[in-house]
């Protein structure tokens, strides 16, 4: 059995208010696990704790109880990040580098050197679609390009886990579609992508999984074609069909010359499950 990518085990963080003896539960014994290869949404309104939660996976902030693991190894260790890219979902990078200086830059910090370094800068530049950016300055680049030169950065130790955090915000329609083209092109290379985003029917176009948080606690998770399947519905697909026929299919298809192409539960989207667990939240 593999050891999970993700593993996150009952844990609580409570963050004291300044100047009152009160404290706030921003996550409340959130359990998840994240196998290999998947690509996990976590989602929930603003305020929910699914940055805590990445934060406490990223070891950047201490769980008050629980744990997370990433695989296998405690993300209060170290050695826990060092197969694991990160893009936060307002990334800061030194406006004087080129896209080709940054990911250098990044790369040297991860312990990459020599042509093994130029080589990955190669790929991951041609990867994200900025050869032609490639000596521009960040400082120059549109919203879109600095969420692609950041996804590069956090591919550059080739990592097996990487963490978006809200990828595609502030992004316009066709560099949304190109990060989400992105992500699905991590996945068949064998990637786990963990994820947050407010773009519900992008999560629903990419992702295997996905919990969706409120008030800190997971109140659904699962696989997105469970949690977007109708129950206890079935629809039939009928090819040439009538309005007659469709008035007394159950009796008459089988004898008909209409053809039963498929029976299906009918699904919702995931935005309408998303706003249904949520209704109390907003």
Do not use: W
Request: contains cysteine.
């Amino acid at each position: 059995m593999s050891t999970p990518a993700v593993q996150i085990e009952n844990i609580s963080k409570f963050f004291p208010v300044p100047l009152r003896r009160q404290r706030v539960q921003a996550v409340k014994n959130l359990s998840l696990v994240v196998e290999p290869g998947q690509v996990y949404g976590l989602l929930g309104p603003n305020g929910c704790g699914k940055s805590t939660t990445l934060k406490i996976l990223l070891g950047l902030v201490t769980p008050n109880s629980g744990r997370a693991l990433v695989f296998g190894k405690d993300s209060r260790e170290y050695r826990s990040r060092r197969d694991v890219g990160f893009l936060p979902e307002n990334p800061y990078f030194h406006k004087f580098l080129t896209a080709a200086e940054l990911l250098s830059f990044h790369g040297r910090i991860c312990g990459l050197s020599g042509k093994k370094l130029t080589a990955r800068i190669d790929e991951l530049i041609d990867l994200v679609g900025l050869r032609d950016a490639r000596d521009r300055r960040v400082g120059g680049f549109s919203k879109g390009m600095l969420q692609r030169i950041g996804l590069a950065q956090a591919l550059v130790h080739d990592p097996g886990l990487i963490v978006l955090d809200e990828p595609t915000a502030g992004v316009d329609p066709a560099g949304s579609h190109q990060i989400r083209d992105l992500i699905l092109d991590l996945k068949k290379r064998g990637k786990t992508v963990l994820l947050t985003s407010h773009l519900l029917e992008q999560v629903q176009e990419i992702c295997d999984r996905v919990g969706i948080m409120a008030r800190g606690e997971m109140i659904r998770e699962g696989a997105l074609k469970d949690l977007v399947r109708v129950k206890n519905q079935t629809e039939f697909v009928i090819e040439n069909s009538t309005p007659e026929l469709a008035a007394q299919i159950q009796n008459l298809v089988a004898a008909s010359s209409a053809s039963l192409i498929a029976t299906r539960q009918p699904e919702r989207s995931l935005e309408t499950v998303f706003l249904e667990l949520t209704a109390g939240d907003r």
